[in-house]
């Protein structure tokens, strides 16, 4: 499971002209389900995405969460964040996880962000055409990497 984490004063996705899921200060997560992606990948990203402490506390030093700031999640899936490099120039989408089996996935890691976390989550429209629009705040953006299960 790999995220792209992006700390934003605003984020929204539009699909066909709507505004599907917007959020004020918190965080934008771009969220890619590989193949071999489980329990202890959603788990394990659910509590870093909602623990990850990248906002400044009163010293100015990234300390806090968006839990601790009482912020907002954006929660986009992205595919492409899949995309395997080595050979060539077109990108490979063969360690991406199956639609049917990421939305799934997709739902549950949103879902338990919220319950399980207690953070406020906005989301995009799974397999959509989506046009994300962010004020990334510093700019602030982190890779989180998960390998999935082995075998």
């Given at each position: 499971?790999?995220a792209?984490?992006?700390?934003?004063?605003?984020?929204?996705?539009?699909?066909?002209?709507?505004?599907?899921?917007?959020?004020e200060?918190?965080?934008?997560?771009?969220?890619?389900?590989?193949?071999?992606?489980?329990?202890?990948q959603?788990?394990?990203m659910?509590?870093?995405?909602?623990?990850?402490?990248?906002?400044?506390?009163?010293?100015?030093?990234?300390?806090?969460?968006?839990?601790?700031?009482?912020?907002?999640?954006?929660?986009?899936s992205?595919?492409?964040?899949?995309?395997?490099?080595?050979k060539?120039?077109?990108?490979?989408?063969?360690?991406?996880?199956?639609?049917?089996?990421?939305?799934?996935?997709?739902?549950?890691?949103?879902?338990?962000?919220?319950?399980?976390?207690?953070?406020?989550?906005?989301?995009?429209?799974?397999?959509?055409?989506?046009?994300?629009?962010?004020?990334n705040?510093?700019?602030?953006?982190?890779?989180?990497?998960?390998?999935?299960?082995?075998?």
């Open positions: 499971m790999r792209l984490v992006q700390r934003v004063s605003e984020a929204s996705v539009v699909v066909e002209g709507q505004v599907v899921g917007a959020v200060r918190g965080l934008l997560v771009l969220l890619a389900v590989e193949r071999g992606d489980g329990e202890k959603l788990e394990e659910v509590r870093k995405v909602a623990r990850l402490r990248i906002f400044p506390d009163e010293a100015g030093k990234m300390n806090l969460s968006v839990k601790d700031i009482e912020g907002e999640v954006l929660v986009v992205q595919f492409t964040l899949a995309a395997d490099m080595r060539g120039y077109r990108p490979s989408f063969s360690l991406a996880e199956e639609p049917k089996r990421a939305e799934a996935l997709y739902l549950d890691y949103c879902q338990r962000l919220n319950q399980h976390e207690g953070v406020v989550v906005a989301q995009g429209l799974f397999g959509a055409d989506m046009q994300v629009k962010l004020i705040d510093g700019p602030v953006t982190i890779w989180l990497d998960l390998p999935p299960q082995e075998g």
